[in-house]
């Protein structure tokens, strides 16, 4: 593999037959495990969203909701 072909060469690469694909019956190797793709994450609750943003979102929807109640009464 060069910077002008990201393919890799099959006479160079372990694992790949003649035509650059994967003999029938051998698997590729495992990749890692996702637990270590990032911070460790010490903050994460437990409990779904708090009331506060619930009632903004809940008066926001109401809002709306008597906003195009009204219009299609109007029309």
């Known amino acids: 593999m060069d910077a002008s072909n990201p393919d890799p060469d099959p006479d160079r690469t372990p694992g790949l037959d003649s035509g ?13 495990s996702m637990s270590g793709a990032g911070p460790r994450e010490t903050h994460n609750p437990t409990r779904g969203w708090s009331r506060t943003p619930m009632i903004v979102l809940g008066v926001l929807v109401a809002v709306f909701m008597i906003y195009f109640l009204a219009w299609a009464v109007l029309l």
């Open 20 to 32: 650059g694909q994967v003999p029938q019956g051998d698997t590729p190797p495992a990749e890692g």
